[in-house]
T-cell receptor, first 115, second 112 residues
Framework: EPEVTQTPSHQVTQMGQEVILRCVPI?????FYWYRQILGQKVEFLVS????????KSEIFDDQFSVERPDGSNFTLKIRSTKLEDSAMYFC?????????????FGPGTRLTVL | KNEVEQSPQNLTAQEGEFITINCSYS?????LHWLQQHPGGGIVSLFM???GKKKHGRLIATINIQEKHSSLHITASHPRDSAVYIC??????????????FGQGTILTVHP
């Protein structure tokens, strides 16, 4: 069964460094998402991406964040200058179409630790 | 902004018990997900529903759109059902692009 993959599974970085989290969505999916979950808290929406552009973003997704689909298969989340509070689990998800019957499929997550 | 609340926050059961987890939301939706998150962190979609009831094995999900409420039932619970169960909704209207708003999760522990 097709699945969403994410790399790396765990990333440790120093505060102020740039990180890129990578995702490979399911190949025939058209809608892509990043979510994050700070330890002990709810999962939060960061950004959705469709037709090679951001379709919606949350207030968390400020100028330090960017997303890209550079080659038609990978979907990346970049954090330009990491802060301690960016430490979280980051989930990528993809969806074939935006209809009530279309499920979002989640990747296994990347645990980001900012020291 | 949709507020999604789940109850209970923690649930402990003995193997074989019937389990119910509840979810309520504040604003009309187009669809609701029930998700399962295992200790390693990965999230799996169990159900997506917009009306009525769905069943998959020992899991049953129901939704009442008028009351803005959904329930997840597990019949004949088993220790392998131990996980965090999360309710997440997609707001009604055509502009959300499928963005999910999540509840805080219910931690289920099933003892043998």
């Amino acid at each position: 069964e097709p699945e969403v993959t994410q790399t790396p599974s765990h990333q440790v970085t120093q505060m102020g460094q740039e990180v890129i989290l990578r995702c490979v969505p399911i190949s025939n999916h058209l809608y892509f998402y990043w979510y994050r979950q700070i330890l002990g808290q709810k999962v939060e929406f960061l950004v959705s991406f469709y037709n090679n552009e951001i379709s919606e973003k949350s207030e968390i997704f400020d100028d330090q964040f960017s997303v890209e689909r550079p080659d038609g298969s990978n979907f990346t989340l970049k954090i330009r200058s990491t802060k301690l509070e960016d430490s979280a689990m980051y989930f990528c998800a993809s969806r074939r179409r935006v209809r009530d019957t279309d499920t979002q499929y989640f990747g296994p997550g990347t645990r980001l630790t900012v020291l | 902004k949709n507020e999604v609340e789940q109850s209970p926050q923690n649930l402990t059961a003995q193997e074989g018990e019937f389990i119910t987890i509840n979810c309520s939301y504040s604003v009309g939706i187009s669809a609701l997900h029930w998700l399962q998150q295992h200790p390693g962190g990965g999230i799996v979609s169990l159900f997506m529903l917009s009306s009525g009831k769905k069943k998959h094995g020992r899991l049953i999900a129901t939704i009442n759109i008028q009351e803005k409420h959904s329930s997840l039932h597990i019949t004949a619970s088993h220790p392998r059902d131990s996980a965090v169960y999360i309710c997440a909704v997609i707001d009604a209207g055509g502009t959300s692009y499928g963005k999910l708003t999540f509840g805080q999760g219910t931690i289920l522990t099933v003892h043998p």
